[in-house]
């Protein structure tokens, strides 16, 4: 069994930044975050394989976020730069397969979400 439990989430303007956590209870090599936005489907946003030093971002991200890992704490940070209302959502850490050819796919533990709003 994974815990997984994200924090910082909030409001920002656009054009602001966020950094969003995900303390694990145990080392998984392969991390995400996905979100949802109101009336969407759920979207993989960047993932990290940690042992092979590979990550993933979707492609209408354009170099605003970074996903990174600290191993030693079993966390895993999205920095999220220059964030526009469409990045408006509720995010989710969770486990994920650690092939990424058709995008990011979910394992089977996910944190509980936080929201992210951006607005002016």
């Known amino acids: 069994q994974v815990r997984l439990v994200e924090s910082g989430g909030g409001s920002v303007q656009p054009g602001g930044s966020l950094r969003l956590s995900c303390a694990a209870s145990k080392y998984i090599a392969c991390m995400g975050w996905f979100r949802q936005a109101p009336g969407k489907e759920r979207e993989g946003v960047a993932g990290i394989d940690t042992d092979r030093g590979r990550t993933y971002y979707h492609d209408s991200l354009k170099g605003r976020f970074t996903i990174s890992r600290d191993k030693a704490e079993n966390t895993v940070y999205l920095q999220m730069n220059n964030m526009q209302p469409e990045d408006t959502g509720n995010y989710y850490c969770?486990?994920?397969?650690?092939?990424?050819?058709?995008?990011?796919?979910?394992?089977?533990?996910w944190g509980q979400g936080t929201q992210v709003t951006v607005s002016s």
């Open positions: 969770a486990t994920i397969a650690c092939q990424w050819h058709y995008g990011l796919q979910p394992g089977n533990y």
